[in-house]
C-alpha cells in the first residue's frame, strides 16, 4: 500500500512549482498525495518568508499537527521552503516535533531524508545552496503537472541585494536552469494538458544560459514555446526593471502567446526611497520601461509591489509614489506595510509610526483597488478571450482567465476547461468577472 504525504504550501508561484516537483520526487520512494490531514505519514510545511509573522505562522501550523496526532503514529515533519532556510538550526531546537529543516536549494535529497527517517542516520537540516545538483537532479525527474495554466521555474535566487528581501539569503545566488531542459519539461507540460505555461523566477528576467554557441535570454525561451502549437499562453514573472532588454520589449510585438500584462514591482515612486532601499533603478528608468512597453503595444498592462513606509520614507516620498501610482493606473497590485526581516541590512533601521504608516497604505490602496475596479468595469458589456482553467464547485459554473489574469466566473459545461473561449462580460467586482458564453463567432477583445 502507498504512505501517504500532505503538502501545504505558502507563499508564491515558485513554491507551488516547488511542491509539485516534491510531489513528483516523493512518488518513486511510493508516497502518494494526499488531501486528508488526518492520514498521512509524511507531513511537509512548505513556507515562505515574504509576508510578516512567517515563522509564527509555522509553529502555529506545527501545533495544530501536534494536537492532531496527539493519539497516533507522528507524521514525519519536514519543513521546507524559504523560512526553513532562514531559521535552520533555531526552528529544530524550538520545535523537537520538527523532524527536518530543508532549504529550497536541497530538496533533491528529500527522498533520501524520507527514506532513512528510521534509522536517523541523515542531518536534520539541509540548507546548502546546492542550486545547480538539485536541478539536475530534477531534470531526471518527469514532471507530472497536469493543470491547464502551469508554473514552469526557468530561473531562481537574486544577486541584486535590495535591503529589505530575504531572496539573496534564502534562495542563493542567481541561476539559470539549461535552456533546453527547460524546453523539454515545457514539453512535458504541454503533453499533461498545459495549454498557459507562467515562467518563473526570482528575477526571471534575468534568465541568462549560456551553453558552447549562444547565450540564450527570456525573449529566446518565449520564442522557443511560442512554437508549440498547443500552447496558447505565455506569461513570466516576477521581473526586475533594470533587466526588461530590448530583445524582451521586443516579444510584445513579434509574438502573438506572450500575454500583454506584466507584474513590475518597483516598490517606490520615490529616487531616494529607490536609494535607501538599494533597488539599482530610479523611478524615471522605470518610467522609460513602461513608455517604450506601451509604445510597442499600447494594451500592456502593469501591475507592481508598493512598500509603504520604508524607513525614511518623508511625506514628499509618499506623495511621489501616489503620482506614479495615478500616472501608470497599475491594474492590480501588492501593498504593504514596510515590516523588517531578520538578517536583511533594512532590518535595523527606525520604523516610522504605525498611524502614519497605516493611514498611507489606506490612501495608496485606494488609488490601486480604484484603478482595478474601473478596469474590470471597463470590460462590461465587452466580448472577451478567456483561457477556461476548472469547474468552481459551484453548480455549472467554470473558473477562467482573461489575458490581464482577471478571474472569470461563467456558467459553462466541463468541455470546455483548456479551451479559449469567448465570454460577455456582465458584471464585475475589485477581483473578479462574472459573464456568460457568448457566440464564438463574436470579435473578442
Ligand atoms: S530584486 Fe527582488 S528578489 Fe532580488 S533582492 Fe530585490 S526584491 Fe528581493
Known sequence: ??????????????????????????????????????????????????????????????????????????????????????????????????????????????????????????????????TIEKFNYFDKI???????SAFLTIQEGCDKFCNFCVVPYTRGPEYSRPFKKIIREAEE???????????????????????????????????????????????????????????????????????????????????????????????????????????????????????????GETEQDFNNTIELVKKIKFINSFSFIFSPRPGTKAASLNLIDMEISKERLVKIQKYLFSHQLEMNKSLINQTIEVLVENKMKEQNKLFGRNKYLNSVIFKGDEKDIGKTIKVKIENCNQNSLFGKIENNNMKAA
Open 189 to 311: 507540460l504541454i503533453k499533461n494538458g498545459a495549454k498557459e505555461i507562467t515562467l518563473l523566477g526570482q528575477n526571471v528576467n534575468a534568465y541568462s544560459y549560456i551553453d558552447n554557441l549562444n547565450n540564450y535570454k527570456l525573449s529566446d525561451l518565449i520564442k522557443e514555446l511560442e512554437k508549440f502549437s498547443e500552447l496558447d499562453r505565455i506569461r513570466y514573472t516576477t521581473s526586475h526593471p533594470r533587466d526588461m532588454t530590448d530583445d524582451l520589449i521586443e516579444c510584445y510585438s513579434s509574438s502573438k502567446k506572450l500575454m500583454p500584462f506584466i507584474h513590475l514591482p518597483i516598490q517606490s515612486g520615490s529616487n531616494n526611497i529607490l536609494k535607501l532601499m538599494n533597488r539599482k533603478h530610479t523611478v524615471e528608468e522605470y518610467l522609460n520601461v513602461y513608455e517604450k512597453l506601451k509604445k510597442i503595444n499600447n494594451l500592456i498592462e502593469f501591475s507592481s509591489d508598493f512598500i509603504v513606509s520604508y524607513p
Open 1 to 130: 500500500m502507498h504512505k501517504k504525504v500532505f503538502i501545504k504550501t505558502f507563499g508564491c508561484q515558485m513554491n507551488e512549482y516547488d511542491s509539485n516537483r516534491i510531489i513528483d520526487t516523493v512518488k518513486k520512494i511510493g508516497f502518494e498525495k494526499t488531501d486528508n490531514l488526518e492520514e498521512t505519514d509524511c507531513y511537509l510545511l512548505n513556507t515562505c518568508h515574504i509576508r510578516d509573522k512567517a515563522k509564527e505562522k509555522v509553529y502555529h501550523e506545527v501545533g495544530r499537527i501536534k494536537k492532531l496526532y496527539r493519539d497516533k503514529n507522528k507524521p514525519i515533519m519536514i519543513v521546507t521552503g524559504c523560512v526553513a532556510q532562514a531559521e535552520n538550526q533555531e526552528m529544530l531546537k524550538r520545535e523537537p516535533y520538527i523532524d527536518f529543516v530543508i532549504g529550497p536549494q536541497s530538496y533533491h535529497k528529500i527522498t533520501e531524508i524520507i527514506k532513512n527517517y528510521n534509522n536517523k542516520i541523515l542531518s536534520n537540516e539541509e540548507t546548502d545552496f546546492d
Open 142 to 148: 518527469k514532471n507530472n503537472n497536469n493543470k491547464i
